[in-house]
């Protein structure tokens, strides 16, 4: 999946926003017309089209459907296609995490994160990075451990965040340097218990 670094936020730490490409959805109780519609959008974005993909992506949010919303919501964030405007990636992220959509779930969160088009809420933004994450986001769970790293919105606690860094796992970069960090303030017995609740964690969430 990839990924676009949020702004620096305290201590150099940034979040991950999940982007458009790599959007799995499951299709299978969608109209055809509409998976035809989403198609259609997702190849004039591939293709720097956005006028086309932003008329099919607008068309599919009016619809309720969740993949346009996120699809649109990355638009208005990164500025392709329309004037930059990040209170309505707020307003299309939130129509499509309130869905269940897990990348939308994790990009509302950095924006609560961020203070990005709405004010700074962290315990906002732990909520919407919990529910990413128990649906599969890959990003959030470095959020998490950010979050706890560097005490916003929760009490700070490097074993707390060691355990989220290390369900990132080895793929996530940015969380295995972080993971680096933290390891080093933890003793052996906090480091095994990280451990075994990353591996509890996985065992209950990852094989839903």
Known sequence: MEKIRGESIANGVSRMKSIITGIIFLTLTIPVLVIAGYQEGRDAYDRGDYHV???EFKTLAEKNDARGQYALAIMYDLGNGVKQ???EAVKYYQLAAV?????????LG???DQ???V???YKEAMKWYLLAAERGNRDAPNNIGVLHMIGLGVPRSFAKAHTWFTIAGARDSEATS???F???????????ESQRLASEWRQNWLKK
């Open 53 to 55: 993909a932003l008329r």
């Open 85 to 87: 405007n990040s209170k």
């Open 99 to 107: 869905q269940g959509f897990a990348d939308a779930q994790n990009n």
């Open 110 to 112: 950095v924006m609560y």
């Open 115 to 117: 203070a990005d088009g």
């Open 119 to 121: 004010d700074t809420d």
């Open 178 to 180: 972080n993971k680096n």
């Open 182 to 192: 933290v390891k080093r303030r933890l003793s052996p017995e906090q480091l095994a």
